[in-house]
């Protein structure tokens, strides 16, 4: 039978100390250990920031980018430039609906589908986003407000994001920026 040779980790084998050894891979365990603290810290800072200046809106939505930036870091939705475009697209969508349209059901409707249209064009796709264009809408925020909260709140995401998935060794974090 043909099975798998399984390398053991002793300190004795010659294998284990030979240059063609590869790292082993990170015990899933510490994977979610590292991913936790990300979101931890991404979200205390977010948080505090959103609390002290009370732009409270920003919180749920980037609470979504945060799980995906710390527990499904490789995809690309995660990336750098799909979670900072994508929620400044949601944004731009927000503003442009509300220049036309008050909180109406269908408007919201319109908010969500030109977020959407807005990131596929600019090659910015982040899911989360569509919460940020919703409540950036219904929350009758001024533009500026909204540009510089998400702006300040996606950029501290991603740096925090960088120092944290690149601290455990089977992580590379961002595969690309832009």
């Known amino acids: 039978m043909n099975e798998p040779e399984v390398m053991k980790n002793n300190s004795t084998s010659s294998t284990v100390n030979s240059p063609a050894h590869t790292e082993a891979a990170t015990p899933m365990w510490q994977e979610n250990l590292y991913s936790l603290a990300g979101i931890a810290l991404g979200m205390g800072?977010?948080?505090?920031?959103?609390?002290?200046?009370?732009?409270?809106?920003?919180?749920?939505?980037?609470?979504?980018?945060?799980?995906?930036?710390?527990?499904?870091?490789?995809?690309?939705?995660?990336?750098?430039?799909?979670?900072?475009?994508g929620h400044l697209m949601a944004v731009l969508a927000a503003i442009i609906v509300s220049q036309f349209a008050g909180p109406e059901w269908w408007a919201v409707t319109?908010?969500?589908?030109?977020?959407?249209?807005?990131?596929?064009?600019?090659?910015?796709?982040?899911?989360?986003?569509?919460?940020?264009?919703?409540?950036?809408?219904i929350g009758c925020y001024s533009p500026s407000a909204l540009i510089i909260s998400v702006l300040l709140g996606t950029v501290i995401m991603v740096l925090t994001a960088v120092v944290v998935n690149n601290a455990i060794s089977s992580r590379k974090y961002p595969l690309f920026w832009i």
Do not use: C, D, K, W
């Open 45 to 85: 800072i977010v948080s505090f920031i959103s609390i002290y200046f009370e732009v409270l809106y920003l919180i749920p939505a980037l609470a979504s980018s945060a799980i995906m930036l710390f527990m499904s870091y490789n995809n690309v939705f995660a990336q750098p430039r799909n979670v900072v475009g």
């Open 110 to 137: 319109i908010v969500a589908v030109l977020t959407a249209l807005l990131m596929i064009v600019t090659h910015t796709i982040h899911p989360p986003g569509g919460g940020t264009a919703i409540v950036a809408f």
